[in-house]
């Protein structure tokens, strides 16, 4: 099992490009997660999907971010037209079930570290 | 979910136990007690959770008190590795929605 995959694990990007994080949950898991960390920052939570349906996307900015988890292929985390204060570490988790559940647990991955020159 | 309170930082000798305090002193009877930690420009990792009961799996001990207020990982022979952000998370499954909120956590340093 290879665990969360995220890719690319550093990404730069001029200030009006677009960034594109991808993030391939655990086999077996159909819950993906996003969290960004701005650097000196605690862990923010940005927006959890299921397969092809965004269920909460309360911690997203409004404007110029976007995710989908499409029913193929991994996850993507889109930020159009970066600005300085987009660079942060991206990371992705995975679960097995949603949290409604019971006790459960997110799988993490290494992290996208995102520089915006 | 319930508040937690963790001391910002501690610091550990090698090979000696670390316990990691936590209140929570607003819990509610079906929110579990989770903990997570996050070692230097990795991403978070699971450690242990637990309802009522102590836990212990091959990391660490999760020790909740009798009236849930407050909990206790221990970290029982600590390396150099263990130095790390430690998260304190309580949840309940049914009313918090889908996300795991993280505080500011204990930034344990391990000391050689």
């Known amino acids: 099992n290879a665990g969360v995959m995220q890719n690319p694990r550093h990404l730069v990007r001029r200030r009006g490009q677009e960034a594109r994080l991808r993030c391939s949950p655990m086999?077996?898991?159909?819950?993906v997660y996003w969290y960004r960390q701005l650097p000196e920052e605690g862990l923010k939570f940005m927006v959890y999907?299921?397969?092809?349906?965004?269920?909460?996307e309360s911690g997203m900015p409004k404007e110029r971010f976007s995710a989908e988890f499409p029913k193929e292929g991994p996850s993507i985390l889109r930020i159009q037209q970066v600005v300085r204060g987009d660079s942060a570490a991206y990371f992705c988790?995975?679960?097995?079930?949603?949290?409604?559940?019971?006790?459960?647990?997110?799988?993490f991955g290494a992290g996208s570290r995102l520089t915006v020159l | 979910d319930a508040k937690t309170t963790q001391p910002p930082s501690m610091d550990c000798a090698e090979g000696r136990a670390a316990n990691l305090p936590c209140n929570h002193s607003?819990?509610?009877?079906?929110?579990?007690v989770y903990w997570y930690r996050q070692i230097h420009s990795q991403g978070p990792q699971y450690i242990i959770h637990?309802?009522?009961n102590n836990e212990t799996n091959e990391m660490a001990s999760l020790i909740i008190t009798e009236d849930r207020k407050s909990s206790t990982l221990i970290l029982p022979h600590a390396t150099l590795r263990d130095t790390a952000v430690y998260y304190c998370?309580?949840?309940?499954?049914?009313?918090?929605?889908?996300?795991?909120?993280f505080g500011e956590g204990t930034q344990l340093t391990v000391n050689p």
């Open positions: 988790a995975s679960s097995s079930r949603d949290l409604y559940s019971g006790a459960n647990v997110l799988t």
């Open positions: 086999k077996g898991h159909s819950h």
């Open positions: 999907l299921q397969k092809e349906n965004i269920i909460d």
């Open positions: 607003t819990i509610s009877g079906n929110e579990y």
């Open positions: 637990g309802l009522k």
């Open positions: 998370i309580v949840r309940a499954p049914e009313t918090s929605g889908s996300r795991l909120t």
